[in-house]
């Protein structure tokens, strides 16, 4: 039964590792990939280990593994989007009537947001308005004129 146990929690720890470490090549510095890839490596060895040791039928490996690739990729993938994920402002360009651009640049000091003016014509002023969450996204949809 230890036997299982540890393979399980090797198998599910290996997968999680090699996501993050795919994950890592691509998006994270070279000494962030490298030494993510060499955790996870070292602890490939053990789990090869342990897929050549007796004890325990080809079958259930085979099962532990599947479910341990389905549950350590999610559970890798969200890791990551909390660890590595850099924040993102969306920019959201909006166009006002000139008589309506006044009130409009004073709820969005008001509200605390970032904006500049992106272009003008006789009757429509733009704005380069800068939205950090989606909650800040549905009060500018409410504050437009």
Not at 10 to 34: D, E, F, G, Y
Not at 50 to 72: E, H, Q, R, S, Y
Not at 83 to 110: G, H, M, Y
């Amino acid at each position: 039964m230890n036997m299982i146990l540890l393979f399980t929690v090797l198998t599910i720890l290996n997968t999680i590792l090699q996501t993050i470490k795919s994950l890592c090549t691509v998006r994270c510095p070279s000494i962030v990939s490298a030494s993510v890839n060499a955790i996870t490596y070292s602890v490939y060895t053990f789990v090869i280990f342990f897929t050549t040791a007796d004890g325990m039928p080809l079958w259930m490996k085979a099962a532990i593994t599947a479910v341990a690739n389905f549950f350590g990729v999610y559970v890798a993938n969200f890791l990551f989007d909390k660890i590595f994920t850099k924040i993102v402002r969306w920019k959201v360009e909006v166009s006002v009537p000139n008589d309506s651009a006044i009130d409009f640049q004073c709820q969005l000091r008001e509200n605390g947001y970032e904006f500049y003016v992106c272009g003008y014509s006789s009757t429509w002023k733009a704005y380069a308005v800068f939205c950090a969450t989606k909650a800040q996204s549905e009060l500018l949809k409410k504050i437009m004129p």
